[in-house]
């Protein structure tokens, strides 16, 4: 089923949005907002909404609509402007490729297989979990092993009965929500175990889903061992040394139906990869300038396939900002571009998007988000060029959960050499 | 006699160590260092409210389940029991955010209602 028919017959659009979640939405409402009329988002699910339809918990729009939303509440918001602007979108349809011309060639039910031709795309592809293949778990290969985020779908969209006794390996922030949830259903949460000596999820998160329902959080604890035939039967957890190597005499075995897996998020870049698009070894997102455009003129970046966020209000004003900027693209209001300078991330910056920042054309002002390697108390974020401080902020404690953004002045720039360059960076 | 509880702010990342202290009619907050945290702190120990969600089976729904919140916060104390007045109903389709699901649910004077529309299939 799609939206509106007349998406199926175009063979050329102005913007073609990869991806229905709430980074797609919103560039595609702002793009069309700024004046753009051809536009075309493409889903590989069902519905429109992405991962916020199976986020039934609450706490999202805080920054953005100043109320406490659930996810598929959130979705509801951005797909009721995409329909009052009647931005046409396919659903059941896949992107199969994209080539550096943009044109793209996508399957579906309705459309079966064909190319599509765009000025620009925005790709809004989201993010996937990392499965228990990716962590190297021992043992054997029992059914009830499930990434959170499956069991999330399984439980709160497709209505299926996830375990009676659960252990959870990570504590990204679905591991918590899903250890809530799953308690709130009846199960009984053992142990979240988390290999690094603090939690990946936000504070919040521990305190209202695993503090509330006494459910123990083991920091620096591994699952080493898997056991079952047919069924998970129990679990070996060990403590692990400041190496992450588990520590021999320290294993206990948790007898339990279901593990599930909360750890760590990867952006779905497979089509920016094949794009040829040079890629951030650390986000695992395309670079990106400051009009968060990848280093192919006309393909344009938000969302959790560009860096994962912890906050949708964060996303979507990405989203919001690439699909104006796919926009000023399309009517020749971008100036052409410099191939920018790059930013610099030290001193416990892992990362910064954009990672590259074009002077002369940029908006007056300029948003860059990063994540920090450690958690850190007392630590000023300072923004350098050459050996200027331009900016200076402090911070009683950093986290890498928590993603952190300074505003970048274009006055503060203006002149700014590659000699120079410009630093993001923590200093005591 | 004094009673001492041990709670984690969440206002912001930095989660302060709490110590909230009760002797008789005076709460003191401790470990805070903004005045959200005193306020969390009071609040956590007088009167902790949550806000609930769960899904409910939809008959002859596009989807299977549907997403239902509490309207707003309610007492802590009463999740388990809003819980099992969700549980106990069916709804069907269609439905739209908003919808009543369970009226006063478990004696807290506060709806359950939907968080999605749901279409017939």
Not at chain 1, 70 to 91: S, V, W
Not at chain 1, 398 to 404: F, I, S, T
């Amino acid at each position: 089923m799609s939206g509106f028919t007349k998406g199926i017959e175009t063979e050329h659009v102005g913007i073609l949005v990869i991806g229905g979640g709430p980074a797609g939405l919103a560039a595609a409402v702002a793009a069309k907002k700024a004046g753009i009329s051809d536009i075309l988002i493409i889903e590989r699910d069902r519905m429109l909404g992405g991962i916020l339809n199976q986020c039934i918990h609450n706490g999202f729009g805080l920054h953005t609509f100043r109320e406490e939303l659930t996810g598929p509440e959130y979705a509801a918001r951005f797909m009721k402007q995409a329909k009052e602007l009647e931005i046409p979108y396919l659903l059941n349809t896949m992107v199969l490729s994209i080539d550096r011309d943009r044109r793209v060639a996508i399957m579906g039910r309705d459309c079966g297989l064909k190319t599509i031709t765009a000025d620009a795309v925005i790709l809004a592809m989201g993010c996937r979990e990392r499965p228990r293949g990716a962590l190297s778990i021992p043992g054997t290969r029992p059914a009830g092993i499930y990434t959170a985020g499956t069991a999330q779908r399984l439980m709160n969209i497709e209505g299926f009965p996830i375990g009676r006794r659960v252990v959870i390996l990570g504590s990204g922030d679905i591991g918590l929500i899903m250890a809530r949830r799953l308690t709130l259903e009846g199960a009984k949460v053992l142990t979240v175990a988390e290999l690094m000596p603090y939690s990946g999820g936000l504070k919040r998160n521990i305190v209202q889903c695993l503090n509330d329902y006494q459910i123990p959080l083991m920091l620096s604890h591994t699952v080493v061992n898997i056991h079952g035939r047919e069924r998970v039967e129990d679990v070996t957890i060990a403590e692990v040394d400041e190496k992450r190597t588990p520590i021999p005499g320290t294993e206990v075995r948790y007898e339990c139906d279901t593990l599930l897996l909360s750890c760590g998020l990867l952006p779905e870049n497979e089509l920016t990869r094949t794009l040829g698009a040079s890629m951030c070894g650390v986000t695992g997102g395309a670079n990106v300038d400051d009009l968060l455009q990848t280093d192919i003129p006309g393909v344009f970046a938000c969302g959790n396939v560009l860096h994962v966020h912890d906050l949708v209000d964060y996303v979507s004003e990405e989203a919001t900002l690439a699909g104006e900027n796919a926009a000023a693209y399309l009517k020749g209001e971008v100036a052409a571009r410099s191939e920018g300078i790059g930013i610099t991330a030290d001193g416990g910056v892992r990362y910064t998007v954009p990672q590259r920042i074009d002077p002369l054309s940029m908006r007056n002002e300029v948003t860059v988000r990063f994540r920090v390697a450690d958690v850190y108390r007392d630590k000023t974020i300072a923004v350098y060029r050459g050996k200027t401080r331009l900016f200076a902020r402090k911070t009683r404690v950093l986290a890498p959960g928590e993603m952190e953004q300074v505003k970048l002045d274009r006055k503060m720039l203006e002149g700014l050499t590659k000699d120079e360059g410009l630093r993001v960076t923590l200093e005591d | 006699m004094a009673e001492k509880k041990e709670l984690t702010c969440i206002n912001c990342p930095l989660g302060c160590a709490l110590t909230v202290t009760i002797d008789q009619n005076e709460i003191t907050v401790t470990g805070n260092t903004c005045p959200r945290g005193e306020a969390y702190g009071k609040k956590e120990v007088t009167d902790p409210t949550r806000i609930v969600t769960s899904t409910v089976p939809v008959d002859g729904g596009d989807i299977a389940r549907v997403p239902v919140k509490t309207a707003s916060d309610i007492p802590k104390g009463k999740i388990f029991a809003v819980m099992e007045s969700i549980h106990a109903v069916r709804v069907q389709a269609p439905v739209h955010i908003g919808d009543v699901v369970v009226k006063d649910a478990a004696g807290t004077g506060v709806d359950v209602v939907a968080a999605r529309d749901v279409s017939v299939a």
